[in-house]
């Protein structure tokens, strides 16, 4: 059984920062891209972020410039350093390994979330 594990969320006012974590229990890890996704009330599941096998790196718009991805394979671990965050960065996090090694790919495993809330 596959786990992906999320920490590192919590509660940060605007303009804040934190950085979440996320450690794999497989190996597959290596051979896959791996991101994060996000999910506000009442919205859908959106990509936050992903990085392929070779880092290469993909962000939605409206986190460019604010937030970093980054992988530690030796850790099987994926990483969102997230800066000048804003009332609309509030959601659950989810971390994902997905199908394949590029930034095409769709997500293949999930992680149980990480609640993030920016407050004013």
């Known amino acids: 059984q596959v786990q992906l594990v999320e920490s590192g969320g919590g509660l940060v006012q605007a303009g804040g920062s934190l950085k979440l974590s996320c450690a794999a229990s497989?190996?597959?890890?290596?051979?896959?891209?791996v991101g994060w996704y996000r999910q506000a009330p009442g919205k859908e599941r959106d990509l936050v972020a992903l990085?392929?096998?070779?880092?290469?790196?993909n962000y939605a718009d409206d986190v460019k410039g604010r937030f970093s991805i980054s992988r530690d394979n030796a850790k099987n671990a994926v990483y969102l350093q997230m800066n000048s965050l804003k009332l609309e960065d509030t959601a659950v996090y989810y971390c994902?390994?997905?199908w394949g090694p590029g930034l095409t790919g769709t997500p293949r495993y999930w992680g149980q979330g990480t609640q993030v809330t920016v407050s004013p």
């Open positions: 994902t390994i997905f």
């Open positions: 497989t190996s597959i890890f290596t051979l896959s891209a």
């Open positions: 990085i392929s096998t070779g880092s290469s790196t």
